[in-house]
C-alpha cells in the first residue's frame, strides 16, 4: 500500500476517558471485528492481557488497524495512568500524529495535560473528541472551553459558530492563503480544505470532534477527520537523525517507500508464544520477509523471518513493510528498543527513547528457595519489555531492588511474576545505603593474644587513621621499619583492616575516605599467624575510628519536581519538612520546575505523596547527587536501631 494511503495515530488522555472503548467502536465500525467488546465483559480487542482485564484498565500501549475507503488506519491505544507513562512515550515515538480523549464529565484532567505536553515536545499534530456526551450533565461549550483554557486556544470545532475563528487560524498558516484573506478575498471550499489540512499538520489548528464511543455517535465523523486532517507519513513532522560517519551532523530523514530501508525500534514485547517481539516504525523503504537489515546503533546485521501486523494479542504475517508502517519483528538476537535500523549505504542513528525516571524503590524478597532460582530471569524479562521499570541489586546492602513509576506500576509487576513466571515475593522499604566515616586523626593499639595449651595467637599492630578527602575511599600505608612486623603478616593486617571497614563500626555500614597508617607492632616467633594479624588489624580499626570522630554519611538526591504553579507553597513546605533545600527554580511551558537536593532516607513514599499534594498533577525525577553528613539526633535513632539488631533473640 503507498504510503500516501496510511494514516497511524495515538489515542491519548486521562484514564477512564474512554480511549480504549473508542478504538474498540472504530474497529468494529470498519467491520475489522465482527463483534464489540466491552471492557466490562474484558473483550476488547485492545485490553487483553489477564491484569487489564482483571483491572478493567489499559497497562500496555495495544497496537490495532482497520480499512476505512482505501485507507489503511493503524492505532496505538497508550494507557492514561501516570504510572504507565512510558507507554504513551514510547508510542509518541512510532506516529505521526494523535487523537487527545477527553472526558465530557470531567473536562482536561493530569493525565490530558501530560500527554499534551508531549505531543508539544514531539510537535505532533492533534485532533480532539470530546467524549461521553450521552451521560447526564455534559455541557459541550464547557468542556471545549476548558480545552482552550488548559491546552490551546487554537482547538476549534470543524463546522461549528467559531467559523470565523477557524478561516482565520487556517490563513495565518500559510502565507498566500492569509494575504488573500487581509484583502477581503472569499477563501474557496477548495483553499479552505487544503488549509485546514496544512494547519492542522503545523499544529496551528486542532480540530474537535464530539460523540460517544459506548454508543457510536461521532464515530464516521472521526473517521472521516482522520483521512482529510492528519497527515499521511509522507507529509508528517520533520524528523532529523545523526549521520554515523560524520557525528557532529544532524540529516533529515526522508519520508519514502522508494528510497533506502529506514526504521526504528521504539519498544519491545515479551509474547508467551514467540518471545521477543521488536516493534518498528518505518520511515522510508521496503523491507520483505525472510531478508536483513543493518542495526546501526550495534553495528551489526540482522536476519528476519516473518513480518507482523499486530491486532491485540494477535500477530498476523504481512507480505512486506514499508513507509508509515508499524510493525513487529520476532527474535532478533541483537536488536533492543532504541535501535535504528537502516541500509548499511545510508546510515541513520534516532534519538533514543528518553523514558522517564523511576520514581519509587520496593526491596524484594522471594518467598521461597524455589523462587529464589527463577527471580532473576523472570525480572530481566519484565524488565526488557518495559523500560521504566528497573532491578539492581544494592551492592552494600546486598538486597534486590525494584524501581518503577508509581505504588500501583510495582503491583503490576508483581503480580506478572507470579502470574507469568510463577514467582511469588514480599514487597519492603529499602535500606538507604549510609556510610561511616571520620573527621579527626587518631592512633590506636590493636592486640590479640591468646594462650589456651598449645600454639597460642598472637598480633600486635599500631595504626594511625586520617580522614581522607570526600570520594577518595581508601588508603592503606605501610610504614614498618626494621622488621617490628615481618613483611608476610603486612598484607594480613590490611586485610583484617578492610573487612572491618565492610562491616563498619558505629552502625553497620561501610567506613570510606580514611586512610590506615600501619607504623609499629611487634610479633611471636611461634604464635603469630595471619589470622592473628587480620584480628589485630580489625580491632584496631574498629577503636581508632571510635576515637577519630566518626560520623554517618547519607546518600543526597538531586530532585526536579514539575508541578503547576498554584503548588509551589505546598511543595516549598513539604521539601523542607523533608530535610530539603530548593537550589533554584525553571520553568516549562505552563510548569514549574522546582530543583532540590534531598536525603534519599526522605523520598521513599515520596511518589504518592506528590500525587496527594498535587492532585496527581505533580511528577518527579532524580538522581543521586553526594554523600552528606547525617543530623546527630537521626544517627541517634539509627545506632539505635543497630544495636536492638544485634542484640541475641529474646534479649531486651
Request: with cysteine; glycine share 8%.
Amino acid at each position: 500500500m503507498e504510503a500516501k494511503n496510511k494514516r497511524n495515530f495515538i489515542l491519548l488522555g486521562h484514564a477512564q476517558s474512554g480511549k480504549t472503548t473508542l478504538s474498540e467502536s472504530l474497529l468494529y465500525f470498519c467491520k475489522s471485528t465482527t463483534r464489540k467488546g466491552t471492557i466490562a465483559d474484558g473483550t476488547t480487542v485492545s485490553d487483553y492481557s489477564f491484569d487489564e482485564i482483571e483491572k478493567k484498565n489499559s497497562i500496555n500501549a495495544s497496537f490495532l488497524y482497520c480499512d476505512y475507503k482505501g485507507i489503511r488506519i493503524q492505532i496505538i491505544d497508550a494507557p492514561g495512568y501516570a504510572d504507565f507513562f512510558g507507554e504513551v512515550i514510547s508510542g509518541v515515538r512510532a506516529v505521526d500524529s494523535a487523537i487527545m480523549v477527553v472526558d465530557a464529565t470531567a473536562g482536561v484532567e493530569v493525565g490530558t495535560e501530560l500527554a499534551w505536553q508531549l505531543l508539544e515536545e514531539a510537535n505532533l499534530p492533534c485532533l480532539l473528541f470530546i467524549n461521553k456526551l450521552d451521560k447526564e450533565g455534559t455541557d459541550i461549550n464547557r468542556t471545549l472551553t476548558d480545552i482552550k483554557e488548559r491546552l490551546s486556544k487554537k482547538a476549534v470545532i470543524v463546522g461549528s459558530s467559531d467559523e470565523p475563528d477557524l478561516i482565520e487560524l487556517i490563513a495565518e498558516s500559510d502565507d498566500k492563503l492569509l494575504e488573500k484573506y487581509l484583502e477581503g478575498t472569499k477563501l474557496s471550499a477548495e483553499e479552505l480544505s487544503q488549509g485546514l489540512r496544512q494547519a492542522v499538520a503545523k499544529r496551528k489548528v486542532f480540530p474537535v470532534l464530539s460523540g460517544s464511543a459506548s454508543t457510536d455517535k461521532g464515530i464516521p465523523e472521526i473517521l472521516e477527520a482522520i483521512i482529510q486532517y492528519l497527515p499521511n507519513p509522507l507529509e508528517r513532522p520533520k524528523i532529523e537523525a545523526v549521520d554515523p560517519s560524520k557525528p557532529e551532523d544532524k540529516k533529515e530523514v526522508i519520508f519514502k517507500d522508494d528510497s533506502r530501508f529506514c526504521a526504528f525500534v521504539f519498544k519491545s514485547i515479551s509474547d508467551p508464544y514467540v518471545g521477543q517481539l521488536s516493534l518498528l516504525r518505518f520511515f522510508s523503504g521496503i523491507l520483505l520477509p525472510n531478508t536483513g537489515f543493518y542495526n546501526a546503533s550495534k553495528k551489526t546485521r540482522e536476519r528476519i523471518g516473518q513480518i507482523f501486523i499486530l491486532q491485540g494479542k494477535e500477530q498476523r504475517t504481512i507480505e512486506s513493510a514499508s513507509c508509515g508502517d508499524i510493525v513487529a519483528i520476532a527474535k532478533l538476537k541483537e536488536t533492543t528498543t532504541s535501535d535504528s535500523l537502516c541500509d548499511e549505504k545510508e546510515q541513520y542513528l534516532f534519538d533514543p527513547v528518553v523514558f522517564p525516571q523511576a520514581a519509587i524503590s520496593a526491596s524484594v524478597k522471594p518467598k521461597s528457595r524455589q523462587d529464589e532460582d527463577r527471580i532473576s530471569g523472570a525480572l530481566a524479562k519484565l524488565a526488557s519489555e518495559d523500560q521504566t521499570f528497573k532491578v539492581s541489586i544494592d551492592q552494600q546492602t546486598k538486597e534486590l531492588i525494584i524501581s518503577g513509576l508509581g505504588d500501583l506500576h510495582l503491583d503490576v509487576m508483581v503480580a506478572r511474576l507470579k502470574k507469568r513466571f510463577n514467582v511469588e515475593v514480599e514487597l519492603g522499604t529499602p535500606k538507604v545505603s549510609y556510610k561511616e566515616t571520620i573527621i579527626k586523626t587518631a592512633k590506636v593499639q590493636g592486640k590479640y593474644k591468646r594462650q589456651s595449651g598449645g600454639r597460642g595467637q598472637y598480633g600486635d599492630v599500631w595504626i594511625e587513621v586520617t580522614p581522607l578527602e570526600k570520594g577518595k575511599g581508601f588508603e592503606f600505608v605501610d610504614k614498618i621499619f626494621g622488621g617490628a612486623i615481618p613483611k608476610n603478616f603486612i598484607p594480613s593486617v590490611e586485610k583484617g583492616v578492610l573487612q572491618a571497614c565492610a562491616e563498619g563500626a558505629i552502625a553497620g555500614y561501610p567506613i570510606v575516605d580514611i586512610r590506615i597508617t600501619l607504623y609499629d607492632g611487634s610479633f611471636h616467633d611461634v604464635d603469630s599467624s595471619d589470622i592473628a594479624f587480620q584480628i589485630a588489624g580489625a580491632m584496631a580499626l574498629r577503636k581508632a575510628v571510635l576515637e577519630a570522630g566518626p560520623v554517618l554519611l547519607e546518600p543526597v538526591m538531586d530532585v526536579d519536581i514539575v508541578i503547576p504553579e498554584d503548588y509551589l507553597g505546598a511543595i516549598s513546605g513539604d521539601l523542607n519538612s523533608r530535610r530539603g533545600r530548593i537550589m533554584g527554580m525553571d520553568v516549562k511551558a505552563k510548569s514549574q520546575i522546582v530543583k532540590a537536593k534531598v536525603p534519599l532516607a526522605e523520598m521513599f513514599k515520596y511518589a504518592n505523596d506528590l500525587r496527594s499534594l498535587t492532585g496527581g498533577r505533580g511528577m518527579y525525577s532524580m538522581k543521586f547527587s553526594h554523600y552528606e553528613e547525617v543530623p546527630h539526633k537521626i544517627v541517634s535513632t539509627i545506632i539505635s536501631q543497630y544495636q536492638a539488631s544485634k542484640k541475641p533473640e529474646g534479649q531486651e
